[in-house]
C-alpha cells in the first residue's frame, strides 16, 4: 500500500535557524496537505499543494511539492518559538482503487531553543 | 462555530470494559474518519466513512468499531479495550470534492481524546 515517509523525525533549532522537513511517498501523489500540530493541541491544516512543481509561501513558510508528484518539503526561514510543534504532511494517492486516500507521514517534531 | 466536538477528552479504563468514544461535527460534511496518533508513529487511520451508512476500514482497524447513522456523528467503538489501544485518538472530517475523481478537502480535526487502557 502507500507508504509516506517523513524526515528528521526531530529537529532542534537555535531560534532563528532555519528548519526544513520531507515528506517522499512510494507511489504518485494527487495533491499533498501539510498540517501543525501545536503541543497538546490537535492537527490544524497549514496549506495544500496540487501542481507538479508547486511552490507556496505562507510568510516565513515554504512549501514545495516535487516534480515527479511523489516527494514535497517544508521550509520554516528564521524559525520563533512560535514554530514549536509537530509538522505533518498527508499524500492524497492518485491513482487506482485508492484514489483519495490520505496518508500521514510520521510527523517531524520540531523544538526551537530561545 | 464550525467546529468538530470529540468526547471526552480523557479517559481511563480497564481492559475489556466496552466504550465509546463519540465524534460530532457541525460542517455538514460528508467524510469522517479516526485516527489514532502514538509517539513515532504518526498518525494511522482506523476507519473512515464517505458518507451515511458508508464506512471502511482503514489502516489499523482491528479490535474497533464504527456507525454512521447521521452525517453529524461518527462514534468509535471498543468492544473490548486492551492496553495497546491506549493512545490518542482523533476525529476528523472534511468535505469531498465530487465528480469521477472525488477528492478530500482539508481535514478538520477534533480536540483529542486520550485513552488509557489499565
Known amino acids: 500500500g502507500q507508504q509516506v515517509m517523513q524526515i528528521p523525525q526531530y529537529q532542534h533549532v537555535q531560534e532563528g535557524e532555519d528548519f526544513t522537513t520531507y515528506c517522499n511517498s512510494s507511489t504518485t501523489l494527487s495533491n499533498i496537505q501539510w498540517y501543525k500540530q501545536r503541543p497538546g493541541g490537535h492537527p490544524v491544516f497549514l496549506i495544500q499543494?496540487?501542481?507538479?512543481?508547486e511552490v507556496k509561501k505562507q510568510k516565513r513558510l515554504t512549501f514545495q511539492f516535487g516534480e515527479a508528484k511523489k516527494n514535497s518539503s517544508l521550509h520554516i526561514t528564521a524559525t520563533q518559538t512560535t514554530d514549536v510543534g509537530t509538522y505533518f504532511c498527508a499524500g492524497l494517492n492518485a491513482g487506482g482503487t485508492s484514489y483519495g486516500k490520505l496518508t500521514f507521514g510520521q510527523g517531524t517534531i520540531l523544538t526551537v531553543h530561545p | 462555530e464550525a467546529q468538530v466536538t470529540q468526547n471526552p477528552r480523557y479517559l481511563i479504563t480497564v481492559t475489556g470494559k466496552k466504550l465509546t468514544v463519540t465524534c460530532s461535527q457541525n460542517?455538514?460534511?460528508?467524510?469522517m474518519s479516526w485516527y489514532r496518533q502514538d509517539p513515532g508513529l504518526g498518525l494511522r487511520q482506523i476507519y473512515y466513512?464517505?458518507?451515511?451508512?458508508?464506512?471502511d476500514k482503514g489502516d489499523v482497524p482491528e479490535g474497533y468499531k464504527v456507525s454512521r447513522k447521521e452525517k453529524r456523528n461518527f462514534p468509535l467503538i471498543l468492544e473490548s479495550p486492551s492496553p495497546n489501544q491506549t493512545s490518542l485518538y482523533f476525529c476528523?472530517?472534511?468535505?469531498?470534492?465530487?465528480?469521477?475523481?472525488?477528492?478530500?478537502?482539508?481535514?478538520?480535526f477534533g480536540s483529542g481524546t486520550q485513552l488509557s487502557v489499565l
Open positions: 476528523a472530517s472534511s468535505s469531498r470534492r465530487q465528480g469521477a475523481r472525488a477528492t478530500n478537502e482539508k481535514l478538520f
Open positions: 499543494l496540487v501542481k507538479s512543481g
Open positions: 460542517m455538514n460534511h460528508e467524510y
Open positions: 466513512s464517505m458518507n451515511v451508512e458508508v464506512t
